[in-house]
């Protein structure tokens, strides 16, 4: 009984707030004599602050034709627009900048929901050693960065060198498919130098000066361990593989919105997820360096703090993941 009661007093209270906010809407309305997607726009300056309270006026509409309007074809955007300006009876010749506007921010929103249904495409898709295409990416990932060493044979344990767990890479893209191969070839092509020294500190780590704060907080057991043992390093490979699985769950949640409607000022690519993935994989060596564990089976414990750092920063509106390399130098004009 007591459940029913407080199923109850909740759904009438979501109904009550949800009829407060229609009519607390109307009443600006009147007094300003704007609709809500004008305020936000001349409120609200370019960007992720702007274009998400667009997406969430749009799908919390009481109009259909607005809710669907997040989900048109890009090709359509131009007379979802002026559907909407219809619907809402804004005069374009009076409101210009509203129309540009509003195209803007669903080009966005549009282009960020038909990013993701690309890159679940090709991490759905299975490396395949028979697809021609497939093992070319493969062999530029070797010669981008070991270009002074030579593959000596397709199976070989020459690929534990970059960070693989066999001799064959094939069957370490099971997880994330294509698109952890497409991410890693992009990452040693495009910055190639970071990536290289990424992977030469993978093999050789150095230690960081461990402070004094963190001396006193170390066991004897831990103190005798760090002293005798080297820096733990990472298989640079399967680390690029478990970063393009983190870069793909901030996606899917929604949580790299934040970034790409800052810096995409249209509809976000594979090439901004990839650059992000540029970015994601520079910062986390730096904080693998940082952290500095015991060993490596502190993997998943650093990734999920590094993970959560990351969605920390990803919930200010003005936050843009701006790496500062190579392949990034054009993210933010993109």
Known sequence: MKHFLRMFVQVCLYFYCKCLWRCLKFVVRKLTGQCELQRICYNTKPGAARTMKIEASL?????????????????????????????????????????????????????YRNLIAEVEKLRREPYDSENPQHEEMLLKLWKCL?????????????????????DDPKTDFRGMGLLGLYNLVYFAEWDTEIAQQVLTDSLHPKYREVTKKELSQLSKAEWEKKKFDKAIGYSFAIVGINITDLAYNLLVSGALKTHFYNVAPEAPTLTHFQ??????????????????PLDIMEFNRVREKFYKRILRQLQNPEMALCPHFAASESLINM
Not at 146 to 166: H, V
Not at 275 to 292: S, V
């Open 146 to 166: 070991k270009p002074n060493s030579p593959l000596k044979a397709r199976i070989s344990k020459q690929w534990c060198e970059i960070g693989f767990q066999g």
């Open 275 to 292: 650059q992000t993935f540029c970015y994601l994989m520079h910062e986390f060596h730096k904080f693998w360096i940082d952290e500095d």
């Open 59 to 111: 799908k919390g509409s009481k109009s259909k034709r607005l809710q669907t309007s997040v989900n048109v074809h890009p090709d359509a955007i131009e007379k979802t627009i002026d559907d909407i300006m219809e619907l809402k009876r804004i005069n374009p010749d009076r409101n210009p900048q509203l129309g540009v506007s509003l195209q803007a921010c669903l080009l966005q929103i549009v282009g």
